[in-house]
């Protein structure tokens, strides 16, 4: 098929799908290169661009279009995360849904609820660049990259030995509350590296000191400072507790 | 001017949170994602007949909000930078786990938790805290046999091997 007309159906989207939607037909994406064109009636689409999770509203109203589509080809689009599966609405009361057990796999929802779907574009939204790639897909110009993978019981590596596991899981919920998940952890990564990387506690200070002047973020800069203020403590901590055991036990040092 | 893009190569921005995928070297199999992924996108699929425990990610589920990230302790479950998950089979977006289930010490029975996950709890304590060896004794125990243990051990003074 040259070129697709496409109908844009919103079955209840929160809005950011069909705002994607628009951005793919401005002059900076161009859609229309691909001979996709936006039409205002079901009766001229070859293709019904669905958004949202169908809410019981608007199931009617989209089968209406449905319907109202020419016989061939009455392609069906699933545009963002709520139209291929219910996305973060799957469970709301106001969908129109078939009650199923919680444990099946690909999760259903959304369009394929009651229309066959030929075209899944997940996101939430998708960027303008996933729909592209769908519709490029739709038209064989690109490959498919995502396949369905089982991995059974392989290789498993623990990443760092005894202490420094220890140490790394009480300095990740520090740090997560210091500079979020995002850049905490990255961080916490390269710190893990050079205390890693070095033998002694001389030695980890003037690494971190020097990661320290060399890093031009000052928030990365703060979360370094705080990330070897907790590793100091947390091993002050740890050498307390050995030797109150020793004294304890009686053990020789 | 507009972009060359389905015919020339594009990458998302390094912060761009694209489809999560699960990195089955690292992952133990906690379960910690299944619990925090708002749209149920993460599912903990346990078989206690033939000892296994999937985690099953559906990125045609996923909102891309990195909860998962977030809170799984080993950095196995991470937002890729990939954003081409445009399919028309929706078991292209389906990426399982499986590992298996540890057995129980005192009824041979499958536990409800991972032997990966045994040997990441073993390898958290820090050397010359705990008895190490006795923790390692006690720990794949499952749940009714714990519950017989801890009321063994209540109801006479010192300890009692499962
Ligand atoms: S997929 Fe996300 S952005 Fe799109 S309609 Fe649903 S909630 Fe809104
Ligand atoms: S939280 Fe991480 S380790 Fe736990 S099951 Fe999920 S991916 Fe695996
Ligand atoms: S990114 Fe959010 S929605 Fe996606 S799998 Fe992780 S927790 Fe679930």
Redesign the pocket.
């Known amino acids: 098929m040259k070129s697709l007309w496409v109908f844009h159906v919103n079955t209840g989207a929160c809005n950011g799908c069909d705002i994607e939607i628009l951005d793919v037909l401005i002059p900076y994406y161009d859609i229309e290169r691909l001979g996709v064109k936006l039409v205002p009636t079901p009766r001229h689409a070859h293709a019904l661009l669905v958004t949202g999770p169908l809410t019981r509203q608007a199931y009617h109203a989209a089968k209406m279009a449905y319907e109202a589509m020419p016989p061939k080809p009455r392609i069906v689009i699933a545009v963002g995360t709520c139209a291929c599966s219910g996305g973060i609405f799957h469970d709301s009361y106001a969908l129109r849904r078939e009650y199923r057990e919680s444990l099946e796999y690909p999760l259903k929802g959304g369009t394929s609820e009651f229309l066959p779907v030929h075209l899944y574009i997940p996101g939430c939204p998708p960027r303008p660049e996933e729909i592209l790639y769908g519709i490029a897909l739709l038209k064989n110009i690109v490959e498919k990259k995502v396949r369905g993978e089982l991995f059974r019981e392989g290789t498993f590596v623990l990443p760092r030995e005894s202490f420094n596991a220890w140490v790394e899981v009480l300095l990740r919920a520090r740090i997560r509350k210091e500079l979020g998940y995002f850049d905490g952890y990255s961080l916490l990564r390269r710190f893990m590296e050079l205390v890693e990387s070095s033998e002694s506690k001389e030695e980890l200070e003037k690494l971190v000191e020097k990661t320290i002047n060399d890093e031009g973020d000052s928030r990365l800069r703060y979360g370094l400072e705080k990330l070897y203020s907790y590793y100091l403590e947390v091993v002050r901590t740890y050498e307390g507790i050995l030797a109150a055991k020793r004294a304890l036990v009686g053990l020789p040092k | 001017m507009t972009k060359a893009y389905p015919f020339e190569p594009e990458e998302a921005p390094p912060e761009y949170r694209g489809i ?1 995928r699960i990195d089955p070297v690292l992952c133990i199999g906690c379960g910690a ?1 299944a619990n ?4 149920n ?2 599912l903990r699929i346990d078989d206690p007949e033939n000892g296994t425990r999937r985690i099953v ?1 559906d990125v045609g ?9 977030e809170v799984c302790p080993t950095g196995a ?1 991470r ?1 890729t930078a990939e954003f081409e998950a445009a399919t028309d089979d929706r078991n292209d977006h389906v990426e399982i786990v499986e590992l298996r289930l540890a057995r129980c010490r005192g009824c041979g029975k499958y536990t409800c938790y991972t032997e990966r996950q045994v040997e990441k709890v073993l390898s958290l304590i820090p050397r010359g805290i705990l008895d190490f060896d006795r923790v390692r004794e006690k720990l794949p125990l499952c749940s009714e046999c714990k519950l017989k243990l801890t009321v063994l051990n209540a109801t006479k003074f010192g300890e009692v091997e499962p």
């Open positions: 999560p994602c925090a992924c708002p749209p996108a993460i990610l589920r996923c909102i891309r909000c990195a909860r998962c990230e479950v937002l």
